[in-house]
């Protein structure tokens, strides 16, 4: 488990992190060590500090040779605000070749689309589809039937996709190309993991699906992947309270950065708060004295007794010797009141 917290005001922000770390290898495997630098200096001569969260690399490079080097080049200069020192340090990933190498960063591509979502994805078609059939029939589709199922979850996912946002400095135009780059890593995929039987070839629209699947993944947000973050705060040139900007990192195409900016995770304009990038739970629990999870329960409780009372009422009242109006009536406003408590249960299970 790891820990990461900024706390802020107008005044100041401060920037708390443990030393464990993510370390991802193969086939997507971790492991948690303890001993690494999460916060850095960004600048040896300005306000700027840097945490990261998450994995410890980027592409399998340790970030805090990044940031060194990323400082080393930034010598003394400065930026007007916080985000244009980010901007800048994302420029330097771009082009920075020298060190995470083109055959690095496609290396990381493929081990998400292999390792990890291509794995991830079939899991989830057995547990959808592939199971409950079995569990009606007595027995397994046929290999024919399963690469229809695969299709028809892979098309289902994509509509779904279809609306989340681009990763920053990508769009439409984006898709041809990368859909080039994935089609054969996409067809290999499916040749190596899936299931196949003599004569019972894979069609032809089952790659061009996954293909398509692995060129959204790449350009546009999803689950899937291995995220690290980094979090930016302090002051830039023009900035007279702190600001605290974090961002989602997954790697490369090529030589563009898959990241986008994590707002929740964010603030600026002389807020206070405190935000943690690990372990919410604890955090929320030191803040407001009781966890999410146990303040979610009660309320279920609270609501369940009150459907029960709600229940008995309405047994009372057909129970009792009234006109059908007066029980009409009584029922109308029994339903307004307790249509006022759900929306006050509802209120309180957004409090945070």
């Not at 917290?5 to 948690?32: C, H, P, Q, W």
């Not at 899991?123 to 589809?129: G, L, P």
């Not at 990368?178 to 196949?196: G, N, S, W």
């Not at 109308?332 to 299970?349: C, E, F, G």
Request: glycine share 6%; with cysteine.
């Amino acid at each position: 488990m790891t820990a990461e917290i900024a706390v802020f005001n107008k005044s100041a922000v401060a920037l708390a992190a443990d030393s464990a770390v993510t370390i991802s290898g193969e086939d997507g495997v971790s492991k948690i060590y303890n001993g690494a630098d999460k916060l850095f200096a960004l600048s040896k001569h300005h306000p700027v500090g840097v945490m990261i969260f998450g994995s410890a690399d980027l592409c399998g490079i340790p970030w805090e040779m990044i940031i060194k080097q990323f400082r080393k080049n930034l010598t003394d200069r400065s930026h007007d605000t916080i985000e244009k020192y980010a901007e800048e340090f994302f420029q330097f990933l771009c082009t920075s070749e020298n060190i995470i190498p083109s055959d690095v960063r496609e290396n990381n591509l493929l081990d998400i689309y292999n390792n990890r979502f291509f794995p991830a994805f079939i899991n989830m078609v057995e547990e959808k589809r592939i199971k409950p059939l079995i569990d009606q029939f007595g027995q397994k589709p046929s290999t024919l039937d399963t690469y229809k199922i695969i299709e028809e979850e892979a098309n289902s996912m994509l509509i779904d996709l279809a609306s989340e946002p681009f990763f920053v400095g990508f769009s439409e135009h984006d898709i041809e190309e990368i859909i080039r780059f994935v089609f054969p890593i996409a067809k290999d995929t499916c040749d190596e993991k899936l299931f196949q039987e003599p004569e019972v070839e894979i069609p032809q629209s089952l790659y061009q699906v996954i293909g398509a699947l692995f060129a959204t993944i790449t350009c546009k947000r999803s689950n899937f992947g291995r995220n690290t973050g980094v979090v930016f705060a302090g002051y830039g040139d023009e900035e007279f309270m702190p600001a605290v900007l974090a961002y989602d990192v997954l790697g490369f195409f090529r030589s563009k950065l898959r990241f986008f900016p994590n707002l929740e995770k964010s603030s600026s304009g002389g807020l206070c708060g405190v935000k943690a990038y690990a372990q919410e739970e604890e955090v929320e629990t030191f803040l407001h004295g009781i966890s999410n999870s146990l303040k979610e329960f009660i309320l279920y409780g609270f609501e369940y007794e009150c459907d029960r009372i709600r229940e008995n009422i309405s047994e009372e009242l057909a129970s009792l010797t009234l006109s059908n109006e007066e029980k009409k009536l009584l029922k109308t406003l029994s339903s307004k009141k307790w249509k006022a408590v759900k929306t006050y249960i509802a209120r309180l299970l957004t409090i945070r």
